[in-house]
C-alpha cells in the first residue's frame, strides 16, 4: 500500500462504523471511538481526498416499492476491444446497476433490477441486446440474496 494510503486503527474503526451505518453522525462516531467530532471530521476529508471514501450511497429495499426480480447477466461481447462502448451503452439503462468486466465465459457480468420478468424480457430485448458489441448474454435470476455485507476491516487475513 502507498505510503500516503496507509490507515490508522481510528480510520479503519470510522470506515467500519460508517460502513454499517451511512447515516451515523459523526459526534456519534467520535464517541466511539474516543476522538473530537473535528477529529473525524478531518479525517474523512483525508479519505475523501485520497479516494478512499467516495461519497455514501442510500440502500434501497427494491421489492417493496415494487421491483421483485433481481438477475445477474453474463454478456458476450462480439470482441473485447468493445467493453467501453458496450459499458457507456449499458450505463444508459437504468434496471441495469452494476457492470463487471470479467475474466472467463463472459465479458461484462451485470446485475439488473426489474419490476417482474416481463419487465426483464423487455429491457432484455429492448435495450440490452441493442447494445453495440454485445453478441449475446445468459440471464440468471436470484431467488435471494442471503449476504450483502462489507468487508471486515479490522478482519484476519
Not at 433481481?70 to 473485447?80: D, H, N, Q, R
Not at 437504468?94 to 451485470?110: D, H, K, L, M, W
Request: charged fraction near 30%.
Amino acid at each position: 500500500m502507498e505510503k500516503s494510503l496507509e490507515l490508522d486503527d481510528i480510520d479503519r474503526k470510522i470506515l467500519s462504523l460508517l460502513m454499517e451505518d451511512a447515516d451515523l453522525p459523526y459526534t456519534e462516531i467520535a464517541k466511539r471511538v474516543f476522538v473530537s467530532g473535528g477529529t473525524i471530521h478531518v479525517r474523512m476529508k483525508k479519505m475523501k481526498e485520497m479516494g478512499i471514501v467516495e461519497g455514501s450511497r442510500l440502500k434501497v429495499n427494491y421489492s417493496r416499492i415494487g421491483y421483485d426480480v433481481m438477475a445477474f447477466l453474463g454478456i458476450y461481447l462480439e470482441k473485447s476491444s468493445l467493453y467501453d462502448e458496450a459499458a457507456e451503452g449499458l450505463s444508459e439503462i437504468p434496471e441495469v446497476i452494476n457492470v463487471n468486466y470479467t475474466t472467463g465465459s463472459y465479458s461484462i457480468f451485470a446485475k439488473l433490477i426489474c419490476k417482474d420478468t416481463q419487465h426483464l424480457r423487455r429491457v432484455l430485448h429492448d435495450k440490452v441486446q441493442k447494445v453495440r458489441g454485445v453478441q449475446r448474454t445468459e440471464t440468471f435470476i436470484s431467488l435471494d440474496e442471503t449476504i450483502n455485507r462489507t468487508i471486515d476491516l479490522f478482519g484476519k487475513d
